[in-house]
């Protein structure tokens, strides 16, 4: 756990979300966000408000099953944010996918204000790991299913 106050801040409200997303508790995932959030995805048009955000998660975890898992966390405390790795389970046990967020903080109350989310690779139906390649995940201590 980082020493400076807002890196341990910005890291716990991480912490926070990614449970409460393993959780699927969408007020959770709401609490984590400041009015105006804002998330990004790659295959979506944005999702805007802790609510909508929540209920979204919430939804897609609770279709297709899984779990989301923390790999990384990078803290720049000079500009409020934050990049994070993750990983991503499914229902299917073979399947995972890889992914960043780039994690914006509002300064006062340090709330998610907005994340930009970014896959190691566009996801297929065919492919089973979405993940980068040649890449040594588990010699890296990376989650593997």
């Known amino acids: 756990m980082p020493t400076n106050p807002v890196a341990r801040q910005i890291q716990q409200v991480i912490g926070a979300y990614f449970e409460a997303c393993m959780a699927q508790d969408a007020g959770a995932i709401a609490a984590c966000f400041a009015p105006d959030a804002v998330h990004y995805l790659p295959h979506l048009p944005p999702l805007r408000g802790g609510a909508v955000i929540g209920n979204a ?27 994070v790795e993750w990983s991503r389970t499914f229902d299917r046990s073979d ?18 204000r907005e994340i930009r989310g970014y896959y ?22 990376y989650r593997l299913p």
């Open 57 to 83: 998660i919430v939804h897609d975890t609770r279709n297709r099953g899984g779990a989301y898992f923390i790999d990384r966390i990078v803290t720049d405390v000079e500009q409020y944010a934050a990049a």
């Open 120 to 141: 190691a690779s566009a996801p297929h139906a065919d492919v089973t790991r979405h993940e980068l390649l040649g890449f040594d995940y588990a010699k890296r201590g």
């Open 95 to 112: 399947w995972i996918l890889r992914g960043l967020e780039y994690c914006a903080f509002d300064p006062a109350s340090l709330l998610l």
